[in-house]
């Protein structure tokens, strides 16, 4: 008698090995898609954002226009010169 009962709890243990193990590989495989779908938006994202970062210092680094005539002003205006601060010069 007990070793009957030992037969089906080992039955039902086996079963349960075998329905378990397909779901959570089905499952694992699941998440990865999921995270690399993620991963590939953040670097679509990334690079949006650095194609508008690089546009962004274009603008700014030709001629300047109005906003770099008003700082060349400003600093003219105030004495400042990038020759008088740099370190080691006295």
């Excluded at 679509?44 to 002003?73: C, H, P, Y």
């Amino acid at each position: 008698m007990d070793s009957n009962i030992y037969e089906i709890v080992g039955l039902i243990r086996d079963m349960a090995f075998i329905v378990c193990l397909p779901l959570i590989c089905i499952f694992l495989i699941l998440t990865i898609v999921k995270i690399n779908r993620l991963l590939e938006s953040l670097t679509r994202n990334f690079q949006n954002v650095e194609n508008i970062t690089d546009n962004i210092a274009g603008k700014f680094s030709g001629s300047m226009g109005l906003f770099g005539g008003l700082i060349k002003l400003f600093t003219w205006a105030g004495g400042f010169s990038r020759k008088n601060h740099r370190k080691g010069d006295d």
